[in-house]
């Protein structure tokens, strides 16, 4: 086995894993923002299109989404399409005491969400808490992914804490540019997968359940 330089990404440890996560999350969130306006909301609309379209989404009666912050995808079509057609819908809220991620419905945008932690739109202290176990639909976010599935979120692990609590089965969809869709995603064993990537010029299903 040669050195950490010379390893594949996905069978870094320590150190070099991190090292690796970090290169490439700076690398990604440049060549996000770097995006220009317009095709950004135009691609954020054909990712929204798509995913709005599959019949898992359709089959979903309680969604978890999360908002975009800075130069992430706009996910808001998901959520009015979401309401829209009756379903629950549940963002996340990040509890600083316990590391996890707290599951809140939100119907009214203006009324139920402002800035949270690290200023990430989350749920407001009046919108009611809901349990992981009733969630049958998940969007994903991520900074990077990789055609086995694999994810880079910001660092603090709290999607893949959540979703250990979600039953295996429920689908995990990420929504991304395709520029965020690369060879291989540095991950460690507990690092854990998406179902399906769906960019603005792919809907990529990577397992049964997307």
């Known amino acids: ?48 299109d798509m995913i709005i379209a599959s019949p898992a989404f359709a089959a979903a009666g309680c969604v978890m989404l999360t908002l975009p912050h800075k130069s992430e995808w706009d996910m808001r079509p998901v959520f009015d399409a979401a309401l829209g057609t009756g379903k629950t819908v549940v963002l996340p809220r990040v509890n600083i005491g316990t590391r996890m991620l707290e599951l809140h419905r939100v119907t009214d945008l203006a009324r139920d969400v402002g800035p949270g932690y690290r200023g990430i739109p989350e749920p407001l202290d009046h919108t009611p808490r809901i349990n992981a176990a009733a969630i049958d639909w998940i969007l994903v976010p991520g900074v990077a992914f990789d055609l086995t599935g694999r994810r880079l979120g910001y660092g603090g692990g709290f999607y893949d804490r959540l979703l250990s609590h979600v039953p295996a089965q429920v689908p995990r969809i990420a929504g991304a540019f395709d520029l965020q869709v690369v060879r291989e995603v540095p991950a460690a064993p507990h690092d854990l997968t998406v179902d399906r990537i769906v960019t603005e010029r792919r809907d990529l299903a990577l397992s049964g359940r997307g």
């Not at 991190?18 to 306006?37: C, E, F, S």
């Open 1 to 48: 086995m040669g050195d950490a330089s010379t390893q594949a990404a996905g069978t870094l440890t320590g150190h070099p894993l991190h090292g690796a996560k970090r290169a490439l999350r700076v690398a990604m969130i440049a060549a996000r923002d770097a995006i220009d306006a317009g095709q950004h909301r135009a691609s954020s609309q054909r990712i929204a």
